[in-house]
Protein backbone atom coordinates (compact mmCIF):
# COMPACT_ATOMS: atom_id res chain seq x y z
CA UNK A 1 0.00 0.00 0.00
CA UNK A 2 1.36 3.39 -1.17
CA UNK A 3 -0.19 7.11 -0.07
CA UNK A 4 -0.91 8.85 -3.78
CA UNK A 5 -2.29 12.20 -2.11
CA UNK A 6 -2.57 14.32 0.65
CA UNK A 7 -5.03 16.77 0.83
CA UNK A 8 -6.50 19.63 3.13
CA UNK A 9 -9.84 20.79 3.62
CA UNK A 10 -10.83 23.91 5.17
CA UNK A 11 -14.20 24.46 6.91
CA UNK A 12 -15.85 27.46 8.22
CA UNK A 13 -19.01 27.52 10.03
CA UNK A 14 -20.42 31.05 11.08
CA UNK A 15 -22.25 31.11 14.76
CA UNK A 16 -25.18 32.80 14.81
CA UNK A 17 -25.78 35.81 18.33
CA UNK A 18 -27.60 33.51 20.49
CA UNK A 19 -24.58 31.38 20.19
CA UNK A 20 -21.74 33.36 20.25
CA UNK A 21 -19.33 33.83 23.42
CA UNK A 22 -17.09 36.51 23.67
CA UNK A 23 -13.35 34.71 24.33
CA UNK A 24 -9.99 36.29 25.47
CA UNK A 25 -9.44 37.34 21.31
CA UNK A 26 -13.46 38.81 21.26
CA UNK A 27 -16.36 37.85 20.43
CA UNK A 28 -15.73 34.53 18.37
CA UNK A 29 -18.66 34.64 15.69
CA UNK A 30 -17.40 31.62 13.42
CA UNK A 31 -15.32 28.06 14.23
CA UNK A 32 -12.91 27.20 11.25
CA UNK A 33 -11.26 23.60 11.45
CA UNK A 34 -8.61 22.09 8.74
CA UNK A 35 -8.95 18.42 7.60
CA UNK A 36 -6.36 16.16 6.35
CA UNK A 37 -7.22 13.50 4.19
CA UNK A 38 -4.32 10.77 3.14
CA UNK A 39 -5.68 8.77 0.25
CA UNK A 40 -4.04 5.17 -1.18
CA UNK A 41 -3.70 3.19 -3.58
CA UNK A 42 -5.70 0.38 -2.36
CA UNK A 43 -8.47 3.03 -2.12
CA UNK A 44 -8.27 3.28 2.14
CA UNK A 45 -8.68 7.24 3.24
CA UNK A 46 -7.86 8.13 6.67
CA UNK A 47 -8.68 11.79 7.65
CA UNK A 48 -7.26 14.02 10.75
CA UNK A 49 -7.85 17.67 11.96
CA UNK A 50 -5.48 20.24 12.38
CA UNK A 51 -6.41 23.17 14.86
CA UNK A 52 -4.56 26.03 13.53
CA UNK A 53 -4.30 28.53 10.86
CA UNK A 54 -5.99 27.13 7.97
CA UNK A 55 -4.05 28.91 5.47
CA UNK A 56 -0.25 28.31 6.68
CA UNK A 57 -1.49 24.73 7.26
CA UNK A 58 -2.33 24.41 3.79
CA UNK A 59 0.48 25.40 2.58
CA UNK A 60 3.11 23.26 4.51
CA UNK A 61 1.09 20.06 3.60
CA UNK A 62 1.28 21.21 0.11
CA UNK A 63 4.65 22.48 -0.26
CA UNK A 64 6.53 20.52 2.87
CA UNK A 65 4.73 17.08 3.94
CA UNK A 66 3.24 15.63 0.95
CA UNK A 67 5.95 15.92 -1.54
CA UNK A 68 8.10 13.82 1.55
CA UNK A 69 4.81 11.21 1.70
CA UNK A 70 3.82 10.49 -1.84
CA UNK A 71 5.10 6.37 -2.62
CA UNK A 72 5.47 5.37 1.49
CA UNK A 73 3.41 2.75 3.04
CA UNK A 74 0.76 4.55 5.42
CA UNK A 75 0.87 1.63 7.90
CA UNK A 76 4.95 2.33 8.77
CA UNK A 77 3.76 5.62 10.68
CA UNK A 78 7.09 5.81 12.63
CA UNK A 79 9.19 5.56 9.49
CA UNK A 80 6.87 8.35 8.25
CA UNK A 81 7.39 10.78 11.18
CA UNK A 82 11.30 10.27 10.98
CA UNK A 83 11.11 11.46 7.43
CA UNK A 84 8.87 14.24 7.44
CA UNK A 85 9.87 15.61 10.97
CA UNK A 86 13.16 14.38 11.90
CA UNK A 87 14.84 14.44 8.47
CA UNK A 88 12.40 16.87 6.34
CA UNK A 89 10.03 19.02 7.88
CA UNK A 90 11.76 20.64 10.91
CA UNK A 91 14.29 22.02 8.68
CA UNK A 92 11.27 24.01 6.97
CA UNK A 93 8.64 24.66 9.57
CA UNK A 94 10.43 24.44 12.88
CA UNK A 95 10.06 22.07 15.72
CA UNK A 96 6.87 23.39 17.08
CA UNK A 97 4.02 25.45 16.21
CA UNK A 98 1.98 25.02 12.81
CA UNK A 99 3.94 22.74 11.64
CA UNK A 100 3.55 20.29 14.03
CA UNK A 101 -0.33 20.95 13.88
CA UNK A 102 -0.39 19.79 10.11
CA UNK A 103 1.68 16.68 11.14
CA UNK A 104 -0.77 15.86 13.72
CA UNK A 105 -3.60 15.53 11.10
CA UNK A 106 -2.01 13.70 9.26
CA UNK A 107 -0.85 11.51 12.02
CA UNK A 108 -4.45 11.07 13.05
CA UNK A 109 -5.75 10.14 9.38
CA UNK A 110 -2.26 7.67 9.21
CA UNK A 111 -3.68 5.72 12.56
CA UNK A 112 -7.38 6.15 11.02
CA UNK A 113 -5.94 3.97 7.70
CA UNK A 114 -3.84 1.42 9.83
CA UNK A 115 -7.10 0.77 11.96
CA UNK A 116 -9.04 -0.08 8.65
CA UNK A 117 -6.44 -2.20 6.84
CA UNK A 118 -6.68 -3.87 10.30
CA UNK A 119 -10.03 -3.64 10.59
CA UNK A 120 -10.08 -2.55 14.40
CA UNK A 121 -11.18 0.39 15.97
CA UNK A 122 -8.07 3.09 17.19
CA UNK A 123 -8.60 2.38 20.52
CA UNK A 124 -7.73 -1.59 20.03
CA UNK A 125 -4.56 -0.29 18.02
CA UNK A 126 -3.96 1.78 21.65
CA UNK A 127 -3.43 -1.47 23.86
CA UNK A 128 -7.70 -1.75 24.29
CA UNK A 129 -10.02 0.36 26.14
CA UNK A 130 -8.92 1.21 30.14
CA UNK A 131 -12.96 2.20 29.96
CA UNK A 132 -15.72 1.52 28.28
CA UNK A 133 -17.21 4.81 28.79
CA UNK A 134 -15.30 8.39 29.14
CA UNK A 135 -16.38 11.21 31.58
CA UNK A 136 -16.65 14.63 30.25
CA UNK A 137 -16.82 18.10 31.74
CA UNK A 138 -18.77 20.76 29.93
CA UNK A 139 -16.79 23.99 28.27
CA UNK A 140 -19.04 26.59 28.05
CA UNK A 141 -19.40 29.09 30.60
CA UNK A 142 -18.03 32.85 29.86
CA UNK A 143 -18.28 35.74 31.14
CA UNK A 144 -21.54 37.44 32.22
CA UNK A 145 -23.60 38.37 34.99
CA UNK A 146 -22.36 35.73 38.11
CA UNK A 147 -26.53 34.74 38.49
CA UNK A 148 -26.24 33.97 34.84
CA UNK A 149 -23.18 31.99 35.32
CA UNK A 150 -24.39 30.00 37.77
CA UNK A 151 -27.86 29.23 36.13
CA UNK A 152 -25.71 27.88 33.29
CA UNK A 153 -23.62 25.46 35.53
CA UNK A 154 -26.73 24.06 36.86
CA UNK A 155 -28.13 22.95 33.80
CA UNK A 156 -24.66 21.24 32.78
CA UNK A 157 -24.84 19.48 36.10
CA UNK A 158 -28.13 18.65 35.57
CA UNK A 159 -27.25 16.66 32.30
CA UNK A 160 -24.86 14.56 34.17
CA UNK A 161 -21.74 16.50 33.11
CA UNK A 162 -18.97 15.48 35.58
CA UNK A 163 -17.62 19.05 35.86
CA UNK A 164 -17.55 22.32 34.64
CA UNK A 165 -14.97 24.55 32.95
CA UNK A 166 -15.36 28.53 33.76
CA UNK A 167 -13.61 30.83 31.55
CA UNK A 168 -11.20 33.31 33.86
CA UNK A 169 -8.27 35.77 32.88
CA UNK A 170 -10.49 38.48 32.05
CA UNK A 171 -11.03 40.96 35.11
CA UNK A 172 -9.78 39.11 38.48
CA UNK A 173 -12.50 40.60 40.94
CA UNK A 174 -15.15 39.45 37.93
CA UNK A 175 -13.45 36.32 37.99
CA UNK A 176 -13.85 35.58 41.38
CA UNK A 177 -17.17 36.86 41.62
CA UNK A 178 -18.49 34.10 39.04
CA UNK A 179 -16.20 31.32 40.18
CA UNK A 180 -18.17 32.40 43.74
CA UNK A 181 -21.63 32.13 42.85
CA UNK A 182 -20.91 29.02 40.64
CA UNK A 183 -19.48 27.18 43.55
CA UNK A 184 -22.43 28.37 45.62
CA UNK A 185 -24.96 27.03 42.90
CA UNK A 186 -23.34 23.59 42.88
CA UNK A 187 -22.37 22.88 46.35
CA UNK A 188 -18.95 22.33 47.61
CA UNK A 189 -18.69 18.30 45.96
CA UNK A 190 -18.99 19.21 42.59
CA UNK A 191 -15.96 19.47 40.09
CA UNK A 192 -15.94 23.55 39.47
CA UNK A 193 -12.23 24.13 37.46
CA UNK A 194 -11.01 27.60 35.70
CA UNK A 195 -9.39 28.18 32.62
CA UNK A 196 -7.63 31.70 32.90
CA UNK A 197 -6.74 31.09 28.72
CA UNK A 198 -2.91 32.50 29.32
CA UNK A 199 -4.60 35.65 30.76
CA UNK A 200 -2.67 36.30 34.13
CA UNK A 201 0.44 37.40 35.43
CA UNK A 202 2.39 35.70 38.14
CA UNK A 203 1.13 38.69 40.89
CA UNK A 204 -2.47 38.47 39.36
CA UNK A 205 -2.57 34.69 39.32
CA UNK A 206 -1.23 33.91 42.90
CA UNK A 207 -4.27 36.21 43.96
CA UNK A 208 -6.61 34.24 41.41
CA UNK A 209 -5.39 30.82 42.99
CA UNK A 210 -5.80 32.37 46.87
CA UNK A 211 -9.15 32.77 45.95
CA UNK A 212 -10.08 30.24 43.51
CA UNK A 213 -8.76 27.36 46.39
CA UNK A 214 -11.46 28.81 49.00
CA UNK A 215 -13.77 28.19 46.37
CA UNK A 216 -12.76 24.59 46.30
CA UNK A 217 -11.50 24.99 42.56
CA UNK A 218 -9.78 21.92 40.97
CA UNK A 219 -7.75 23.68 38.65
CA UNK A 220 -6.01 26.80 37.32
CA UNK A 221 -5.73 26.27 33.50
CA UNK A 222 -3.11 27.98 31.64
CA UNK A 223 -2.62 31.03 33.85
CA UNK A 224 0.28 32.42 32.61
CA UNK A 225 2.06 32.62 28.84
CA UNK A 226 2.66 29.18 27.85
CA UNK A 227 6.05 29.11 27.51
CA UNK A 228 6.70 30.79 30.99
CA UNK A 229 7.53 27.41 32.82
CA UNK A 230 9.58 28.99 35.92
CA UNK A 231 6.53 30.98 36.57
CA UNK A 232 4.12 28.14 36.21
CA UNK A 233 6.40 26.71 38.51
CA UNK A 234 6.66 29.41 41.05
CA UNK A 235 2.84 29.83 40.75
CA UNK A 236 2.17 25.95 41.58
CA UNK A 237 4.83 26.22 44.38
CA UNK A 238 3.42 29.15 46.20
CA UNK A 239 -0.37 29.45 45.06
CA UNK A 240 -3.41 26.77 46.84
CA UNK A 241 -4.79 25.29 43.23
CA UNK A 242 -3.06 22.85 40.77
CA UNK A 243 -1.89 23.98 37.57
CA UNK A 244 -3.09 22.54 34.27
CA UNK A 245 -1.59 23.37 30.63
CA UNK A 246 -0.99 21.68 27.19
CA UNK A 247 -3.19 22.85 25.21
CA UNK A 248 -0.89 25.21 23.30
CA UNK A 249 2.06 22.55 23.45
CA UNK A 250 4.12 20.92 20.94
CA UNK A 251 5.79 17.36 20.92
CA UNK A 252 6.29 15.67 24.44
CA UNK A 253 9.62 17.82 24.70
CA UNK A 254 7.66 20.69 25.27
CA UNK A 255 5.32 18.80 27.87
CA UNK A 256 8.23 16.86 29.85
CA UNK A 257 10.11 19.99 30.44
CA UNK A 258 6.80 21.17 32.65
CA UNK A 259 7.12 17.92 34.40
CA UNK A 260 10.64 17.92 35.37
CA UNK A 261 10.81 21.50 36.47
CA UNK A 262 7.27 20.65 38.79
CA UNK A 263 5.56 23.17 36.97
CA UNK A 264 1.96 21.27 36.59
CA UNK A 265 -0.41 19.15 37.94
CA UNK A 266 -2.61 18.06 34.82
CA UNK A 267 -1.91 17.69 31.21
CA UNK A 268 -4.03 18.32 28.26
CA UNK A 269 -2.33 17.88 24.72
CA UNK A 270 -4.69 17.87 21.98
CA UNK A 271 -4.59 15.70 19.45
CA UNK A 272 -4.97 17.93 16.72
CA UNK A 273 -1.97 20.16 17.49
CA UNK A 274 0.48 18.25 20.28
CA UNK A 275 1.76 15.80 17.16
CA UNK A 276 -1.02 14.03 16.40
CA UNK A 277 -1.80 10.24 18.02
CA UNK A 278 1.69 9.14 17.99
CA UNK A 279 3.52 11.66 19.78
CA UNK A 280 0.58 11.58 22.53
CA UNK A 281 1.59 8.19 23.24
CA UNK A 282 4.91 9.39 24.26
CA UNK A 283 3.46 12.31 25.99
CA UNK A 284 1.18 10.26 28.11
CA UNK A 285 3.98 7.25 29.21
CA UNK A 286 6.47 10.32 30.21
CA UNK A 287 3.10 11.77 32.45
CA UNK A 288 3.06 7.87 33.80
CA UNK A 289 6.49 7.76 34.63
CA UNK A 290 6.30 11.46 36.45
CA UNK A 291 3.00 10.47 37.92
CA UNK A 292 0.92 13.46 36.44
CA UNK A 293 -2.89 12.73 35.28
CA UNK A 294 -4.14 13.63 31.62
CA UNK A 295 -6.89 15.24 30.45
CA UNK A 296 -7.27 15.80 27.01
CA UNK A 297 -8.24 19.43 25.77
CA UNK A 298 -10.88 18.68 22.61
CA UNK A 299 -11.68 22.06 21.20
CA UNK A 300 -12.18 21.57 17.39
CA UNK A 301 -14.15 19.22 14.95
CA UNK A 302 -15.84 15.54 14.90
CA UNK A 303 -13.17 14.07 13.83
CA UNK A 304 -10.84 15.80 16.47
CA UNK A 305 -13.35 14.63 19.38
CA UNK A 306 -13.03 10.80 17.52
CA UNK A 307 -9.69 10.96 18.20
CA UNK A 308 -9.82 12.55 21.75
CA UNK A 309 -12.55 9.93 22.48
CA UNK A 310 -10.50 7.24 21.68
CA UNK A 311 -7.62 8.07 23.54
CA UNK A 312 -9.40 8.53 26.73
CA UNK A 313 -10.73 5.15 26.65
CA UNK A 314 -7.23 3.91 25.83
CA UNK A 315 -4.88 5.71 27.98
CA UNK A 316 -5.19 4.66 31.48
CA UNK A 317 -3.29 8.16 33.10
CA UNK A 318 -6.12 10.07 31.31
CA UNK A 319 -8.65 11.10 34.24
CA UNK A 320 -11.69 13.15 32.44
CA UNK A 321 -11.93 14.72 28.88
CA UNK A 322 -12.93 18.01 28.46
CA UNK A 323 -16.18 18.35 26.00
CA UNK A 324 -16.50 22.02 24.45
CA UNK A 325 -20.42 22.90 24.50
CA UNK A 326 -20.76 25.86 23.10
CA UNK A 327 -22.19 26.21 19.61
CA UNK A 328 -20.13 24.23 17.11
CA UNK A 329 -21.72 23.23 13.68
CA UNK A 330 -18.08 21.37 12.61
CA UNK A 331 -18.70 19.13 16.21
CA UNK A 332 -22.63 18.39 15.65
CA UNK A 333 -22.91 18.30 11.79
CA UNK A 334 -19.75 17.40 10.66
CA UNK A 335 -20.47 13.72 11.28
CA UNK A 336 -22.59 11.24 9.76
CA UNK A 337 -23.76 9.93 13.45
CA UNK A 338 -22.38 12.54 15.51
CA UNK A 339 -21.39 11.70 19.17
CA UNK A 340 -23.96 11.80 21.98
CA UNK A 341 -23.86 12.07 25.64
CA UNK A 342 -25.31 9.71 27.81
CA UNK A 343 -24.83 10.39 31.66
CA UNK A 344 -22.12 12.41 31.23
CA UNK A 345 -19.85 10.35 28.99
CA UNK A 346 -19.14 9.53 25.62
CA UNK A 347 -17.89 6.27 24.66
CA UNK A 348 -15.65 5.20 21.19
CA UNK A 349 -16.77 4.09 17.96
CA UNK A 350 -16.81 0.56 17.35
CA UNK A 351 -16.09 0.79 13.36
CA UNK A 352 -12.43 0.60 12.15
CA UNK A 353 -10.05 3.11 12.78
CA UNK A 354 -11.35 6.19 14.21
CA UNK A 355 -14.99 4.69 13.48
CA UNK A 356 -16.60 8.13 12.16
CA UNK A 357 -17.72 8.97 8.61
CA UNK A 358 -18.10 12.72 7.45
CA UNK A 359 -21.26 14.18 6.10
CA UNK A 360 -20.72 15.24 2.08
CA UNK A 361 -23.36 17.76 2.32
CA UNK A 362 -21.84 19.48 5.69
CA UNK A 363 -18.45 19.34 3.81
CA UNK A 364 -19.36 21.17 1.25
CA UNK A 365 -22.09 23.71 3.02
CA UNK A 366 -18.57 24.53 5.09
CA UNK A 367 -16.44 24.67 2.64
CA UNK A 368 -14.32 27.73 3.02
CA UNK A 369 -11.25 29.11 1.25
CA UNK A 370 -10.86 32.82 2.06
CA UNK A 371 -8.20 34.67 4.52
CA UNK A 372 -8.17 33.60 7.99
CA UNK A 373 -9.35 36.17 10.34
CA UNK A 374 -6.93 37.00 13.11
CA UNK A 375 -8.14 39.19 15.50
CA UNK A 376 -6.52 40.02 18.76
CA UNK A 377 -8.27 42.64 21.77
CA UNK A 378 -5.17 44.11 23.21
CA UNK A 379 -7.22 45.49 26.13
CA UNK A 380 -8.02 41.55 27.18
CA UNK A 381 -4.03 40.33 26.24
CA UNK A 382 -3.45 40.44 30.69
CA UNK A 383 -5.82 40.54 33.70
CA UNK A 384 -5.55 43.45 36.23
Not at 172 to 190: M, P, S, T, W, Y
Not at 340 to 352: D, I, M, R, S, T
Request: glycine content about 10%; some cysteine; charged content about 25%.
Amino acid sequence: MKITDVKTIRLRATIPTEGQVFSRSGVRNSRSTTLVQVETDEGITGVGSCSGNGELIEVIVARVLKPLLIGTDPTQIDEIWDRAYVRGGHKEFGTRGVGVVALSGIDVALWDILGKVRGVPLYQLLGGKCRDKVPVYATALYPEEPSKVAKRARGFAEQGFHGVKIKVGFDLDQDIRIVRAVRRELGKDFIVMTDANQGYTLAVGLDAAAAFADCGVFWLEEPLFVEDIAGHAELRERGKVPIAVGENLNMGYAFENFMVRGAVDYLQPDVARAGGITEIRKIAATAAAHGVPISFHTWGDGVALAASVHLSAAIYECIVMELDYTHNPLREELLREPFKLVNGCLCPPEKPGLGVELNPEALQRFAFSGSEEITVRQDTLRAV
